[in-house]
């Protein structure tokens, strides 16, 4: 199937080791942020979420942080898989409204 | 299955045709969403609504984008007319509840091409 993010920043891991995949959010109203997978050809699939209350949260292998002061979230993926390897995008929610506003997405591949 | 459907996975159409894509959102879902997603970009915003009422359509690129919801269930997105830049992967997501902090969850989209 064609790519998604053919021109996407990409961060290289070897299998085994863990990522950390970095977003910038824009408004400091936001409430929510999601973390997003998406693999070639498939929809977004729902990672982890995490509050505007909260600074961390951990899931299955993977954790994510939130820094408000400087509006930045990081999804870190433990003992990274070959099936991990799609691009991910992380997503906010403003206050009051609805709608996701999703960051650029970073593609991350696996080395064997 | 479970999770949200999007049908057709595929279009292709030539400029100025008429399109219709549809979404079935997983069962009981209150909330559903409409993105478009171009090759490289996450996905844009289009229209929202809380079951049968569209209540956000303020991402919709022009008048001839119109997206329906009458049952509150099914949602069918329109396209008329459709141009080149209509070309892109249209994609469904929806969520449990309305106004509280719930993930959405996406359908595969629909890949539109316009030639």
């Known amino acids: 199937g064609e790519s998604v993010g053919l021109h996407l920043p990409t961060l290289s891991v070897q299998e085994g080791d863990n990522s950390i995949i970095n977003c910038a959010y824009s408004n400091s109203a936001s409430d929510y942020f999601i973390w997003y997978k998406q693999e070639s050809g498939k929809g977004p699939q729902f990672i982890i979420d995490i509050r505007s209350n909260m600074d961390k949260r951990q899931g299955q292998r993977v954790t994510v942080l939130l820094n408000k002061t400087v509006k930045h979230l990081s999804l870190q993926i433990a003992a990274t898989q070959p099936g991990d390897s799609a691009v991910y995008f992380c997503?906010?929610?403003?206050?009051?409204?609805?709608?996701?506003?999703f960051g650029q997405g970073t593609r991350l591949t696996i080395n064997p | 299955g479970a999770g949200v459907s999007q049908s057709p996975r595929y279009k292709v159409a030539k400029r100025g045709q008429d399109v219709a894509l549809r979404c079935d959102p997983i069962s009981g879902h209150v909330s559903l969403f409409w993105y478009q997603q171009a090759l490289g970009q996450g996905p844009e915003f289009l229209t929202y609504?809380?079951?049968?009422?569209?209540?956000?359509k303020s991402g919709l690129p022009s008048d001839r984008f119109f997206a329906e919801r009458p049952e509150g269930s099914v949602s069918t997105l329109k396209i008329q007319r459709t141009q080149q830049e209509d070309s892109a992967v249209y994609l469904c997501?929806?969520?449990?509840?309305?106004?509280?902090?719930?993930?959405?969850?996406f359908g595969d989209g629909t890949r539109l091409s316009i030639l």
């Open positions: 997503a906010e929610k403003i206050q009051g409204a609805q709608k996701l506003v």
């Open positions: 609504f809380q079951n049968e009422a569209q209540l956000d």
């Open positions: 997501a929806s969520s449990l509840r309305q106004n509280s902090n719930q993930p959405q969850h």
